[in-house]
């Protein structure tokens, strides 16, 4: 049993999927190279969990989000959404699943027109699906205005009217005006003051009991995911890490990346004895990855084998996964010699410098929506 066999029936599912952006032009060697976003991740989502996906920025956490929503195609592998391929789907019943799947983000100003006024934003998706009156509709809003703590005379002001976190709010209560099950939370508070952080989380967990929803919550901020989250994924450079229950990874984390990110976490329950790690340097660019483990040129234990021999998931305790070699021991494979061997801290140091093409200058936009 791994992420993907284990315990009841998933609300979403994924099966292998990677999801590759091409970079703009062609290099030496006339070679086309491709950002690696998301590689072979595979996982399942409960029915009324909230799922956390955590990992430092640009490792690929909104790219997986999008692709579970159907808002970045696939570039391999399957998601299925209760129990239909998302991908397979005609035109008219994939609309009418999407309508099931929402997202906040983490920007609200940006996201909300600044031009519209809150009745306008909050309605514009029933609106769309073109089947309430217009008093059906403010009737709706006024509800959902109450749910998310504003007030029904907030319904003609506009955005640039409200603080961030009332923003958030705006775009919480837009979210849920169609009823859906599943709900992607995409770095919520990162955007907003420190002091609202708590005020908006709990918003997000009483909306979760009220309404019976699932959420992704998205964060690189391991002590938000610790409070919410039932279950998490920790993801490095497009891999999936580590996974399994919130609870297990933070009294037991065994990832040496999991390791460095908790050891800049000081409010962790993990045990003070445990060995702290200090990660230096950046994520390195998604262009051309390792064939092997993906955080070699950043973890403390890397060894010769980890440049090129991939490291799988291992159910190593009770559901309980971790991609890395120094925990599982290498595949008994053919293994050369000094496969072993520690990498020479230089060569790390050397393997750290940025890549000659930065991701973000030279990527083709691929996002369908
Ligand atoms: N639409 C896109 N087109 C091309 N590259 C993208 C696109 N979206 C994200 N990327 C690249 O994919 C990688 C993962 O990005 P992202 O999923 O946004 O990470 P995170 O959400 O963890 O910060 C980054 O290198 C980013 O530059
Ligand atoms: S596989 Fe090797 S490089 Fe990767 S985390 Fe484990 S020890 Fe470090
Ligand atoms: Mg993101």
């Known amino acids: 049993m791994n992420e ?37 991740v595979s996982l399942r989502i409960e029915k009324g969990q909230t799922f956390g996906i955590v990992g430092e920025s640009g490792c690929g956490k909104s790219t ?13 592998g399957r998601v299925t959404f209760k129990g239909k391929n998302l991908y397979e789907l005609d035109r008219k019943s994939f609309k009418k699943t999407r309508r099931d799947m929402q997202m ?11 031009r519209f006024s809150v009745y306008e934003l909050i309605s514009e998706p029933l609106l769309i699906r073109g089947d309430a009156t217009e008093e059906e509709m403010k009737v709706r809003v006024e509800e959902l205005l109450e ?22 709010r705006i775009a919480i209560a837009r979210s849920i005006i169609l009823n859906p099950d599943f709900l992607v939370c995409d770095e919520p508070v990162s955007a907003l003051d420190v002091s609202v952080h708590a005020q908006i989380l709990n918003l997000l967990t009483e909306i979760q009991g009220k309404l019976g929803l699932t959420y992704v919550f998205i964060s690189h901020n391991l002590a938000v995911v610790k409070n919410i989250c039932d279950r998490m994924v920790v993801m ?35 045990e003070k004895e445990k060995e702290q790690i200090i990660l230096e340097g950046d994520i390195p660019s998604p262009i051309d990855p390792p064939k092997g483990c993906r955080f070699w040129q950043r973890c403390p234990y890397a ?8 490291a799988p998931e291992v159910e190593i305790d009770p559901d309980h996964y971790v991609a890395c070699h120094h925990v599982n021991g290498f595949p008994k494979t053919d293994l050369p ?3 072993d061997r520690p990498v020479k801290s230089e060569e790390k140091e050397k393997a750290n410098m940025p890549h000659p093409l930065k991701a973000e200058e030279n990527v083709e936009d691929k996002t369908d929506a």
Do not use: W
């Open 147 to 168: 749910l998310v703590g504003l007030a029904k005379d907030d319904i003609h002001r506009h955005p640039s009217d409200f603080s961030g976190g009332q923003q958030q």
């Open 4 to 40: 993907k066999t284990r315990g009841n029936a998933p609300i979403l599912e994924m099966e292998n999927v990677s999801v590759d952006f091409p970079v703009k032009g062609i290099t030496a060697f006339f070679k086309r190279q491709k950002i690696s976003a998301v590689s072979d």
């Open 104 to 114: 906040i983000f983490q920007d609200p100003f940006s996201s909300l027109n600044p």
């Open 337 to 339: 010699e000094g496969y």
């Open 303 to 310: 060894m010769e084998g980890c440049k090129n021999v991939p």
């Open 236 to 270: 490095y450079l497009g891999k999936v890490m580590e996974s399994g229950l919130s609870k297990t990874i933070f009294q037991n984390p065994r990832h040496p990346y999991t390791l460095a990110l908790l050891s800049a976490v000081l409010d962790t329950d993990v």
């Open 64 to 76: 997986l989000a999008n692709a579970m929503i159907g808002m970045v195609k696939p570039t391999a």
